[in-house]
């Protein structure tokens, strides 16, 4: 007779386990094939990266710029401030010691005013304000108070204006130092990028970058520069020349290494011509031109909607500038800065 008995069934412990081990097997599966090696990025793609890294550089650059430069616009305020502060002390106290003898001397005559010696003791304010101390002083009396209660004021307002510099430093000072950790976190990225790359890609890279500056050299002087905007432009344009190839450095002003404002200004400094140091300042001094046509040797020339980049024109479509970490200032064609030109200045 045939056993009917019904197949025993798994444990429940049994097939949560086997369960458990399928998902566990899919899981691993699906790591395996998302696992696979990525492809290195090409040396085209590395370069669009980097290029993309250091113009974030740049900008981030002059904001550090405008800071630091407004960093050292408030120290010097501020020591102006504190030297006037000092200098306004001794002057108070020479009044409070006039005004000193003359309680001496009504001491001598027979005893001190009442009103003066009360303001011997304390501020003075508290006694002009009233018609009755101001009847029971001499001419001579009241007229040391009152400078006196000038004075006090004139040092209590400087106090203040100090105290408040002083909170914009320590604000600026931090802004400062964050646009220095973003400038150089940009510039390590770009240089573990680079890192990545081969030495015949790095070569190749550097290969291409110095052709490319080469062609706008030769273009810059074809048939000779077109005549400059005025003496003190061509004056600041060959301040430039004698700095190619001059390593450029964010932040720097010269005269070993410069970014890209940096070399504007301090090439127009040595014109005779100061101008504001970041390039969004220098694009709202002089005249503006924004055809390229109209563009003359010496003129400033911005880039980017942002004007993060500026440098001088050369002539024949092409700039002088300081263009990116990795460079030296060099001569360059307008159409290859990476981004559009927003309009000349005419100093």
Wanted: net charge positive; charged share 25%; hydrophobic share 35%.
């Amino acid at each position: 007779m045939a056993s009917h008995r019904r197949p025993k069934q798994p444990s429940r412990a049994r097939v949560t386990v086997l369960t458990t081990a399928a998902a566990a097997a899919v899981a691993i599966s699906a790591q395996a094939a998302n696992a696979a090696p990525s492809e290195k990025p090409s040396k085209d793609e590395v370069k669009s990266k980097v290029d993309a890294l250091y113009e974030q550089a740049e900008q981030a650059t002059e904001k550090y710029n405008g800071a630091k430069e407004k960093q050292e616009k408030l120290q010097k305020e501020i020591s102006t401030i504190q030297d006037n502060v000092a200098r306004g002390q001794q002057d108070l106290n020479k009044l409070r010691d006039g005004l000193g003898s003359l309680a001496a001397g009504q001491y001598r005559a027979g005893g001190i005013d009442p009103s003066v010696q009360l303001f011997l003791s304390s501020d003075p304010d508290s006694y002009l304000d009233k018609a009755s101390t101001l009847d029971q002083l001499s001419g001579q009396q009241v007229d040391a108070l009152k400078k006196i209660q000038s004075k006090q004021r004139e040092l209590a307002q400087e106090r203040a204006e100090a105290s408040e510099k002083l909170k914009d430093l320590a604000s600026t000072r931090t802004e400062l130092g964050k646009k220095k950790q973003e400038v150089q976190g940009k510039l390590a990225e770009a240089q573990k990028l680079l890192n990545s790359l081969t030495a015949k890609e790095k070569a190749a890279l550097a290969a291409a970058d110095q052709e490319r500056a080469t062609r706008a050299s030769d273009r810059a002087s074809l048939g000779g520069p077109s005549a400059p905007a005025s003496g003190r432009a061509g004056a600041a344009f060959s301040a430039a020349q004698s700095k190619i190839g001059t390593p450029y450095v964010y932040g720097a002003t010269g005269p070993s290494s410069y970014d890209c404002s940096g070399l504007t200004s301090w090439a127009y400094a040595q014109a005779g011509v100061s101008i504001p140091r970041t390039s969004q300042e220098q694009a709202n001094i002089g005249t503006r031109i924004y055809s390229v046509s109209q563009l003359q040797v010496g003129d400033l020339v911005f880039f980017f909607n942002d004007i993060h980049h500026v440098g001088l024109y050369a002539g024949n479509g092409q700039i002088l500038h300081a263009p990116r970490t990795g460079t030296v200032v060099r001569y360059e064609s307008m159409s290859t800065i990476g981004g559009p030109f927003m309009f000349g200045v005419r100093v």
